[in-house]
C-alpha cells in the first residue's frame, strides 16, 4: 500500500493560533482516539514498516474555516513522527509515535485541546492493510478499499471517512472527507530538495 499519510485533523488547530510561546509536552497520551462524537477506538498498533522522510502541503475545508498547513512526516527504525508548520515555516506541533506510546510537543499553546489520536489515526490508516486497520476499529465495522478509494463504515453500514487518490494509490495527492467531524482535506506531496 502507498505510504501517503493524512493528517486529516491537523488544520482544528489553526483557528486557535494567536501567539508563540513555551512548548509543552504530553507524554501520557491513551492510545484511543474518536471515530465519532461518541465512539472510540484502539488506536492501530502499526506505525510504518520501512524509514521514509516526506514533505506535504495539506489543503483544507472545515464549515467555514479553510487553510493550509505544512507537514513533514518520517519513519525511522518504526517510529513515527509527525511536524506540523505554518505555510511561512514556523513549527506548530511534534507527534511521536512508536506504536506503544504517544508523544505530543505543542511548540505554539492553543486556547482548545488538538485531536492528537484523530491526526495520528488518518496517518496511519492510509498507509497500514485495510484488514490491519478493520482489526482495530469497533465491532462490525468494516474497511471497503477498490483501486483508489478506501470506506470506513460503521457497523449499521454508515460510511464514517472515505480517502481518496485521484491519481492512484502512487499518485502525490489524497483526499479525505471525514462525514463525523464534517471536514474536507486534501494532501499533496512536496518534493524533497
Sequence with gaps: MNKKYLLSCAFLLLPFLFSAGCSTTNNSLELQHRLTKDISSALPSATCSTDFLKHSLLKFKWGQEKGTLMVVEKCSNGILTLDGLMPTGLELFQIIYNGQKVQYQEKVPMVHSLPIMEILFDSIAVRIQPKVLESSLPKHWTVKEDKNEMVIFDSDKNPIET???????????????????????????????
Design 163 to 193: 480517502f481518496n487518490w485521484p491519481k492512484g494509490r502512487k499518485g502525490e495527492i489524497v483526499r479525505i472527507s471525514n462525514h463525523s467531524f464534517s471536514y474536507e482535506i486534501e494532501i499533496q506531496d512536496l518534493p524533497i530538495n
